[in-house]
């Protein structure tokens, strides 16, 4: 029995373990918490690999003429970061935000929405997502010569022509705005 | 008066954990004579579930099963994948899914060793092991980002990589758990107030262990030799050294004690993860789905995880289908509470360390 | 080049003759080198037979997987049962079709086939034969086997599921608030 007591009379000097949340403003909560999902306008591309990937139904794409909208309905997730793990452009992560009471009435309103708008292509037209500048960054690396602004005003069809146009020692393609 | 025997009703609600399960229990005075149970409260049709989602969606399904073992499910149900798809996992991949699996083990076995003496009756001593309990539930955290479900798992190798700086912190922490664990185990070996509740208390026959099929520490207290992760070496294990704990008393103090000292099997694991681990990348992709039947099983906390597909070309399995450690061992109740009194009933139920939510599905 | 794969040959040799159908059997191996023998039996009721020498080898039921086969030339019901020798799993298929409509128990050989021959029995609507008893493990007694295989799932009762129309609820909400 001794043994025991000599725990009981440590734990008693050492006070409660527990936070009296939420008379106190923050609790422990680690930086690599699973909370709140945030998509990040700038790299999502709207492909949708994270919609596939998720198990709770949680996150909807609505494609349009003129973009495309991400809506992540917090009440759904179940923050197992699936999404995060697939997304191929690490658009997504899960901030640790852990906050999620809410009223009654204001379920359908916890949601985490990004509306990306989509360009015309400058040579055909096309509307399309333009290419992160990163990601551009990164694909064209070992090409200093490209202007990166031109080439990511292009659809991916116009890209390719005009990659082959730049291998074969040709001039870049007229913008269509020039031309008109 | 003559003794007659009487069915006494326990249940819905568990008498151990908060879980719906009716016990049938036929009393003769205050010793029991035979046990029979209804179950059925949470069946919640999981494998059929898992039968309309797709592969990748299913490792977080699984992970749902149940709280307390939720990586071990993921982690069986990504090999079973592994296995029918011919998927190999990176080196890395192998060490981080035995460190989340151990890290899960310690929280777990703390968690039933701390309900058991919560039942004898010896409070402080529960909260004090939920409180060392803290410390692994803080890793968890930490490092994984979630107190219960890890999310470590995914097919091909892991979610969730380990940097080298919380490779240090879980190391740091182990020194810490270590004598605090110590000193529960001294607790456990020589407290009055746990011997005379358990010791010799529901006895399990080795021969009745091996007819009832029944795993993990629930196998292992009655002296069997039986661990998945030696029989049938998955993830690094193989690579790594650990001991079997077997206890002979075949009691509730003996399957206790294997806990126990299993304890100090998963830190050393833990520790021997994080000094090996190796650097690279820790997950590959899926190839192409085939026709295929494969088969999985590992060492949960509370005993062997068995997973069985079919999958058919599509990216949803034809048919999924798993077993919890629990499923077995409900069955050695029946020999293990024959002649125990009714007072002894929870006590010798939470030794098995049962799940209703795991059997049920 | 051919694998060496674990296993007990004299094992394999004795289940061998209940399995004469062509590709009735095959020999796997994981990523760690275990064993997995699979062996499909001619009739259901070999099961009995194959049980009988599996015990002889100290054998443990693991468990017991029934499914339904969709895309054959027939609709049938299979089980598989899979059992462990020394870390090496012998995984035995039997087939249950109007020809051999009937799967006797193996609950007297291996006591902890009980439950899942109970649960194949109430979920799948298999009929195994000689169970010692035969009591409903999960279901009611008063549901019919094989009931949930045509069961509304209670999350699209309740809205929980995640649908078309969940969606148009959330999306038509932020409209609003704009």
């Not at chain 2, 049938?24 to 209804?38: A, D, Q």
């Not at chain 2, 021969?207 to 993830?235: F, K, N, W």
């Not at chain 2, 289908?321 to 010798?348: D, F």
């Amino acid at each position: 029995m001794a043994g025991f007591l000599k725990v009981l009379f440590r734990n008693l000097l050492q006070g409660p373990s527990t936070d009296p949340f939420p008379l106190v403003p923050e609790t422990f909560t680690p930086d690599r918490l699973r909370g709140k999902v945030v998509i990040n306008q700038d790299l999502c591309m709207g492909c949708g690999i994270c919609s596939y990937v998720c198990v709770a139904g949680a996150i909807n794409i609505e494609k349009r003429e003129d973009g495309h909208t991400i809506t992540v309905w917090h009440n759904s997730c179940c923050r197992c970061a699936a999404c995060r793990q697939y997304c191929p452009m690490h658009a997504i992560s899960l901030e640790p935000n852990w906050h999620s009471a809410h009223a009654e009435a204001d379920k359908y309103k916890v949601i985490e929405q990004k509306t990306i708008a989509y360009e015309p292509c400058s040579v055909c037209g096309k509307m399309i997502r333009p290419v992160p500048e990163a990601t551009l960054k990164k694909l064209y690396v070992h090409n200093d010569d490209v202007d990166l602004n031109h080439v990511r005003s292009l659809c991916p069809s116009c890209r390719q022509l005009e990659d082959a146009r730049r291998s074969a020692g040709l001039p870049p393609a007229a913008e269509k705005k020039a031309v008109e | 008066m003559s003794i007659s025997t009487y069915t006494m009703p326990l249940g819905p609600v568990h008498v151990a954990l908060e879980e719906p399960v009716y016990f049938h229990l036929t009393v003769e005075g205050e010793n029991i004579k035979n046990v029979e149970l209804t179950s059925g409260h949470v069946h919640r049709g999981m494998e059929r579930m898992a039968m309309q989602r797709t592969l990748v969606k299913n490792v977080t399904l699984t992970e749902r099963v149940c709280s307390l073992c939720s990586n071990s499910h993921s982690f069986t149900y990504s090999m079973v994948v592994e296995n029918a798809l011919n998927l190999e996992i990176p080196e890395r991949a192998k060490y981080l899914r035995v460190l989340a699996e151990e890290i899960k083990r310690i929280a777990s076995h703390l968690f039933n060793l701390a309900i058991q003496v919560h039942i004898a009756g010896f409070k402080s001593f529960f909260m004090h092991v939920m409180e060392v309990r803290e410390i692994m539930q803080d890793i968890k955290e930490t490092v994984y980002g979630n107190r219960m479900n890890l999310a470590a798992n995914c097919i091909g190798g892991v979610k969730c990589d380990v940097t080298d700086e919380l490779l240090e912190y879980i190391l740091k922490q182990m020194d810490v758990i270590e004598p605090q664990l110590e000193e529960i185990k001294d607790i456990f070996t020589n407290n009055h107030i746990i011997l005379t509740r358990t010791n010799g208390l529901g006895i399990l026959p080795p021969e009745d262990a091996l007819a009832l099929g029944v795993c993990g520490p629930t196998a292992r207290g009655s002296g069997i030799v039986r661990d998945v992760r030696r029989d049938t070496p998955y993830a690094a294990y193989p690579d790594l050294e650990f001991d079997v704990i077997t206890e002979p008393g075949c009691c509730v103090h003996s399957r206790a004690m294997v806990r126990v000292r299993e304890l100090f099997e998963s830190v050393k694991l833990i520790r021997q993860c994080c000094n090996k681990m190796p650097k690279g990348p820790v997950f590959n992709h899926m190839g192409k789905i085939p026709y295929n039947e494969a088969f999985a099983h590992t060492e949960a906390p509370r005993g062997e995880v068995a997973y069985y597909i079919r999958t058919n070309g599509t990216d949803k399995p034809a048919r999924l289908k798993w077993r919890v450690p629990s499923y077995m061992n409900w069955k050695a109740l029946g020999v293990m509470m024959r002649g125990c009194q009714i007072a002894e009933v929870a006590l010798v139920l939470n030794s098995v360390d049962p799940c209703v939510s795991c059997t049920e599905r | 080049m051919q694998e060496i794969i674990k296993g007990h040959a004299p094992l394999i040799d004795a289940l061998t003759p209940l399995c004469t159908g062509e590709k009735a059997i095959k020999h796997t191996t994981d990523l760690y080198g275990n064993g997995y023998h699979w062996f499909r039996l001619d009739q259901s009721s070999k099961i009995k037979d194959a049980a009988r020498i599996l015990k002889g080898y100290q054998a443990r039921l693991i468990m017991i997987s029934a499914y339904s086969v969709t895309d054959g030339p027939e609709e049938c019901k299979e089980l598989c049962y899979h059992f462990d020798v020394e870390g090496i799993i012998y995984n035995l298929t039997v087939t249950q079709n109007r020809e051999w409509p009937i799967v006797p128990s193996i609950t007297p050989e291996f006591a902890n086939a009980d439950w899942h021959e109970r649960e194949i029995m109430e979920l799948y609507n298999i009929k195994v034969t000689d169970h010692p008893n035969p009591k409903r493990l999960f279901l009611d007694e008063k549901l019919d086997a094989g009931l949930l295989a045509s069961a509304v799932p209670l999350s699209v009762m309740m809205n929980g599921a995640s649908s078309k129309d969940l969606w148009e609820r959330i999306l038509s909400e932020k409209e609003q608030q704009r």
